[in-house]
């Protein structure tokens, strides 16, 4: 009789633990995706551009060495009605060679952000990411980034985009603003080439930890 009492007892304390750990799992498994579920939803309140919320292209402008004497030419337009397609082609006419476009993001706040990413599709062809502070700044911040065939994330810090007016390196600083005013694309790799750049989504991240 006391045998089975053992016994019994046992197997209550072993359902007791097991219960207990089943709903520990549970609990941190809950919490797990709340927090995923914030991220996300984080991530997402940081988007700058997505090509697939928009009707029109407003906001948007093409820059091409024409400003400069050259003959280069680039377009922008709309795709699959998700995706913006920056296209042309790159002449070295007349001292040219580049092409760039370019969006007015009004005064973005990216204090609390750490990198821009950028969903696209490209043509193994080098391009440039390009910033500016404000709309007064006659300087630039960039960073040159390999677009390969096909659609990929490209993720960059603000902190690595150096400052650059007319080809030159400034004697600056690397971004460490507070604002972002504009943003765009660039290609200039001072070779006669077709290009076409596809873009889904831009957007600003913070560095998460889950």
Known sequence: MLMIIKVELKINVTQIIKCYLLKYFFKIFFL????????????????????????????????????????????????????????????????????????????????????ITVILSGDDKYYQLRIRSSRNDRHVYTKKFFAKDGWQEIRIPLDSMEPYFRGQRLRMSNFDKKYISEIGFLIGNKVRENFELKIRSIMLEEDYEL
Request: glycine residues 14%; contains cysteine; charged residues 25%.
């Open 32 to 115: 797990f995706l709340l927090k995923c579920s914030l991220f996300v939803s984080m991530v997402e309140a940081k988007i700058i551009y997505d090509f697939s919320k928009v009707e029109n292209l407003d906001g948007w402008y093409v820059v091409d060495d024409g400003v400069m004497g050259g003959r280069s030419k680039g377009k922008l337009k709309f795709e699959n009605g998700d995706t913006g397609v920056f296209s042309g082609k790159i002449s070295l006419e007349n001292y040219g060679g580049f092409s760039s476009i370019r969006y007015y993001a009004g005064k973005l706040n990216v204090k609390k952000n750490k990198y």
